[in-house]
């Protein structure tokens, strides 16, 4: 497939950094967890970024979850998009997907940022709730503002009450009822755990990661020291991974 003609529907602000894209485009279908290509054209070519696609593949918009760079090429410009600004898409790909996942009871995913966007379109579909006894979304920010997608998550804990765990980390400034730690702190000091009910082990225990590599690297550590190793398609593992930045 080559390039799709996409119309912006709606542009969502969420902060001064954070915007939501959605976007009407014939695209083939995908796996929930994969990204596109999204691209304008610039002097003549077209200038592209993988952004993750955030809406279930039902769902009939594209929905991207970026933050803006300010120095970047494309960013602020498809920050200042409206409804009916015409962008190019490209196909879909990417393994970050929960096919790629070995039966285990308990499914955690791990994210910061805007590495929340493939977690929330496969949290949408049916495969997680049926596969796992115990799904588990932990969301690492900087600020509460920053802190989005919350009516959506609140409606994903109402419908699986006993099978969904979601932890909010604000690392930045104080929020009630949220972890002020990093991710990777609260798995070493097992905070994670406790908050949880549910030990995180090598038979027990997959974990999917997105968004800051530091992040990866971090939690990777963690995982290792629990005899867990990185999932490849050939050696089944313990761990996947989609890095943003
Ligand atoms: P980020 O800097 O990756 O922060 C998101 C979350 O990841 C925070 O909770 C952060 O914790 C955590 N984190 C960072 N390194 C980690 C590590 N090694 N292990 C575990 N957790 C870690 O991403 P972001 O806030 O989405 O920002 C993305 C980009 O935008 C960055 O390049 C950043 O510099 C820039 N930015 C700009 C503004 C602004 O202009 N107003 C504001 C924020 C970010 P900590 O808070 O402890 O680092």
Redesign the pocket.
């Known amino acids: 497939m080559g390039w799709q003609s996409g119309i912006v529907r709606q542009n969502q602000r969420h902060s001064?950094?954070l915007c939501t894209l959605k976007i009407a485009a014939p695209l083939p279908g995908f796996t929930a967890g994969q990204f596109v290509r999204i691209g304008l054209p610039v002097d003549g070519k077209v200038l592209a970024r993988p952004y993750s696609l955030v809406n279930a593949p039902s769902q009939a918009e594209l929905e991207i979850y970026f933050?803006i760079?300010?120095e970047g090429p494309l960013s602020p410009k498809l920050f200042e998009l409206q409804p009916g600004s015409e962008v190019m898409v490209g196909a879909p790909t990417g393994f970050l997907v929960v096919d790629e996942v070995p039966d285990v009871p308990c499914l955690w995913m791990m994210a910061?940022?805007?590495?929340i966007g493939p977690f929330l379109s496969i949290l949408q579909t049916d495969a997680p709730w049926q596969r796992f006894e115990h799904v588990v979304l932990c969301f690492?920010?900087?600020?509460q503002e920053?802190l989005t997608y919350q009516r959506l998550i609140a409606d994903l804990c109402s419908a699986h009450p006993d099978q969904f765990h979601f932890l909010a980390?604000?690392?930045?400034e104080p929020m009630p009822n949220a972890l002020s730690e990093?991710?990777?702190?609260t798995i070493a000091n097992g905070v994670l755990e406790d908050r949880v009910g549910v030990p995180i082990t090598p038979e027990n225990s997959h974990v999917m990661m997105c968004?800051?590599s530091?992040?990866i690297?971090?939690?990777s550590a963690q995982l290792e020291l629990r005899n867990m190793v990185r999932h490849r398609r050939r050696e089944p593992g313990h761990y996947t991974m989609e890095k943003y930045?």
């Open positions: 001064e950094r933050n760079v300010p910061t940022g805007t590495g690492s920010v900087r600020t920053e980390y604000v690392t930045r990093r991710i990777p702190q968004g800051n530091n992040m690297a971090d939690v930045h």
